[in-house]
């Protein structure tokens, strides 16, 4: 019991926490909090981070000029 939830952590966990991290730091988010995200809903983080920095990306885009 003991060895599956290690594996959980270390193998799932971890890895699923750096990801988002790194995807959420690219993307001007805050990586502690998505961290923590990825930590504990494992890869289930990854596509919500990516969802939302695309339509931050989308919404960015349809931003009028004020310069002009």
Partial sequence: ???DLLFAVI?????SAL????????NNRSLKRWM???FC?????????MVVT???????GNQPDVDA
């Fill in 19 to 26: 990801i988002t991290g790194y995807i959420a730091h690219m």
């Fill in 11 to 15: 193998f799932l966990s971890i890895p």
């Fill in 36 to 38: 923590l995200f990825g």
């Fill in 54 to 60: 695309y339509r931050d990306q989308k919404r960015a």
């Fill in 41 to 49: 809903v494992p890869f289930v983080a990854i596509f919500v981070v």
């Fill in 1 to 3: 019991m003991l060895i």
